[in-house]
């Protein structure tokens, strides 16, 4: 699995190796990498050597990292404690046929759903920076339900909504999946909570990193235009 190769097997490392751009947009990028939304160079990575009050300091650089916000680790630390929890502690439906009881790990789809609007309204944000922020701020009141902000704003800003963005930048198996976890996330609200099975958590887990890197992609893509 994907977090097998993160530091501790950490979910919060998905972040690890990003940071904020420090040139004329708010791009998020890797270190030793141009960034991909204002083509601004790599970072010099060289230490810079100090002096004070005639001691020698050798300074390494130092950046912000890219999350957007201290929420983002706690939901990622959130993510995998409801991942790693034992199963068996979510049993009390386990009299139910299997076509009426949702996954003992529904509580994960719902919790990276709220994780993933907080993302977009980030983006939105971002990208839209150059508006005057009362008219930022009325357009996302207007449109404040996570749909609207998929499909109608997002339109509206954009030409297309998010899913057809992911797909024109290659990620369309991330916005198939996404697509399906919405509306099951929709149906668990309105009286079918059945629809969050096994099989839609563990495709969701299996996608994290991918849906991660798909986000960062068309954030970059939107912040940079």
Known sequence: MWYE??????????????????????????????????????????????????????????????????????????????????AAEFQGLSHFPDAERPSARAALLLLFWSYFETRIERLHRSAMRKLPPRVLDDALRRYNGIGHRLYGLYKIFYGINYFEDLRAHGFAEVADLLEDVHRRRNDFSHGKPQAVNDATVNALVANLKAEHEAWIAVYNSRVGS
């Open 5 to 86: 190769g993160l530091a501790g097997n950490a979910w919060t490392g998905l972040w690890s190796g990003y940071v904020v751009c420090s040139g004329s947009c708010p791009g998020i990028r890797k270190i030793d990498a141009p960034c991909s939304a204002c083509n601004a160079e790599p970072y010099d990575l060289s230490p810079e050597r100090l002096t004070l009050d005639g001691r020698e300091f050798v300074i390494n650089p130092v950046f912000m990292g890219a999350e957007g916000r201290f929420e983002d680790y706690i939901y990622l630390q959130m993510l995998q404690r409801e991942w790693q929890r034992p």
